[in-house]
T-cell receptor, first 113, second 113 residues
Framework: GENVEQHPSTLSVQEGDSAVIKCTYSDSASNYFPWYKQELGKGPQLIIDIRSNVGEKKDQRIAVTLNKTAKHFSLHITETQPEDSAVYFCAAKTNTGFQKLVFGTGTRLLVSP | ETGVTQSPTHLIKTRGQQVTLRCSSQSGHNTVSWYQQALGQGPQFIFQYYREEENGRGNFPPRFSGLQFPNYSSELNVNALELDDSALYLC????????????FGPGTRLTVT
């Protein structure tokens, strides 16, 4: 089955710096890659996603890139702000008959003022 | 906010007991997925319901069961609770199969003592 690895587990940056979180997946049939932000005591919030027919997608300060050949995808956050501090999860969905997301283990991002 | 609601927010049960968790999906979403999130881990897929039928299941034993109702709301039932069942239980609603996007509720924190 699908396996998703995520690095780093923790990331500390200064406000205004960029942050990059990387994930790899094992199943070449995966075709949808969302990123979620989870704040303390809340459920995961979908912040951006990318499909296998696209190499890059951007939404204001966040962007996601996908390298299907290497089975890598990454989240890029520019001009980080303290409110970006949270746990970020990558996930992958295989092209099965149902919508099962396989999640990475999460990255705790801390943005210091 | 995603429009996905879950109840109760917190629950404490004793080993061996049974528990029922509830989820109301976002308006127009007829697919509901349930995930278990242990402390410090990413969510793990339990099962998914579509048109009141289970149409996909993760690596969880039969004592984890569910229901979906005609209004697309859903229940997760866990029998014979074990200490390791202590976790945050998340439900996610989505549009009909193929879109991939899943929107999570705030979760139910279950503690088994």
């Amino acid at each position: 089955g699908e396996n998703v690895e995520q690095h780093p587990s923790t990331l500390s940056v200064q406000e205004g710096d960029s942050a990059v979180i990387k994930c790899t997946y094992s199943d070449s049939a995966s075709n949808y890659f969302p990123w979620y932000k989870q704040e303390l005591g809340k459920g995961p919030q979908l912040i951006i996603d990318i499909r296998s027919n696209v190499g890059e997608k951007k939404d204001q300060r966040i962007a996601v890139t996908l390298n299907k050949t290497a089975k890598h995808f990454s989240l890029h956050i520019t001009e980080t702000q303290p409110e970006d501090s949270a746990v970020y999860f990558c996930a992958a969905k295989t092209n099965t008959g149902f919508q099962k997301l396989v999640f990475g283990t999460g990255t705790r991002l801390l943005v210091s003022p | 906010e995603t429009g996905v609601t879950q109840s109760p927010t917190h629950l404490i049960k004793t080993r061996g007991q049974q528990v029922t968790l509830r989820c109301s999906s976002q308006s127009g979403h007829n697919t509901v997925s349930w995930y278990q999130q242990a402390l410090g881990q990413g969510p793990q897929f339990i099962f998914q319901y579509y048109r009141e039928e289970e149409n996909g299941r993760g690596n969880f034993p039969p004592r984890f069961s569910g229901l979906q109702f005609p209004n697309y709301s859903s229940e997760l039932n866990v029998n014979a609770l074990e200490l390791d069942d202590s976790a945050l239980y998340l439900c996610a609603s989505s549009l009909p199969q193929g879109s991939g996007e899943q929107y999570f509720g705030p979760g139910t924190r279950l503690t088994v003592t």
